[in-house]
């Protein structure tokens, strides 16, 4: 790459990075639904037309923001994972929930971006998935390592369940019980309902000491998903 060429491309990742702080700051003051190109533009003195080089439509500024916001907080979920690596998957569990947590506070309108309301007449496109799952596919990890380790204790499903519990672990993790899929699914909402509750001020009035609480109710999921090792011959409850 020539002189002249690292220039430009330093010059456009500066400019698409001032282009995506301005649109953060207007989600903070103006939520997602009204985010615009014009006042993006016109607060960083630019022309619609020159801004429309670096991001053609409000969508498509979404979408990077969206990709960001994922990113941003599968690392900090990951960083946390990091420094547990080799404690008790359910200690490591409630870290990276902590993590979530702690990312969701610090950056509330990112985070609501990602898990609060739709934007209207937006449809987040596939691109957004592989970011979108970081946290996800840790979660997972934790649960598939503790399995292949000293296993994980499960719960019995009824039986119209099965077929649709073989379907979503086929999907998401073939290599883990059925059983062990369905809750995951359901403590991974659950993990960001509680997010939702505190970032959207739902526990106010209801909940004083929040950290501590939600420590609690992580390390309840953690052994709702079976990172509680069971006894030897007693796999399911």
Not at 79 to 98: D, H, L
Request: aromatic share 8%; glycine share 8%.
């Amino acid at each position: 790459m020539s002189t002249a060429q690292g220039a430009r491309a330093r010059a456009r990742t500066e400019v698409t990075a001032a282009i995506k702080d301005e649109a953060r700051r207007q989600l903070a003051a103006e939520g997602a639904a009204k985010l615009s190109l014009r006042a993006v533009a016109r607060e960083l003195g630019m022309v619609s037309s020159a801004l429309y080089r670096y991001f053609p439509s409000r969508d498509e500024l979404l979408t990077a923001l969206i990709i960001d916001a994922y990113d941003s907080l599968g690392e900090a979920a990951e960083a946390a994972y990091a420094k547990v690596r080799g404690e008790s998957p359910a200690r490591q569990w409630v870290v990276v929930c902590e993590a979530v947590r702690e990312w969701g506070l610090a950056r509330p309108h990112e985070y609501a971006l990602i898990y609060g309301s739709p934007v209207p007449g937006y449809t987040a496109p596939s691109t957004t998935v592989p970011a979108a799952a970081r946290v996800g596919l840790l979660l997972i990890g934790i649960v598939r390592d503790a399995h292949q380790d000293k296993g994980v204790a499960q719960w019995k499903l009824p039986a119209e369940l099965r077929p649709e519990a073989r379907r979503m672990a086929e999907d998401l993790a073939p290599d883990l019980p059925p059983a062990v899929v369905v809750v995951l699914i359901g403590v991974w909402a659950q993990l960001f309902g509680l997010v939702n509750f505190e970032v959207f001020g739902q526990f106010n009035r209801v909940v004083e000491d929040r950290e501590t609480f939600f420590r609690h109710a992580a390390g309840q999921l953690a052994h709702h998903v079976g990172l509680v090792y069971p006894r030897s011959g007693a796999t399911e409850r």
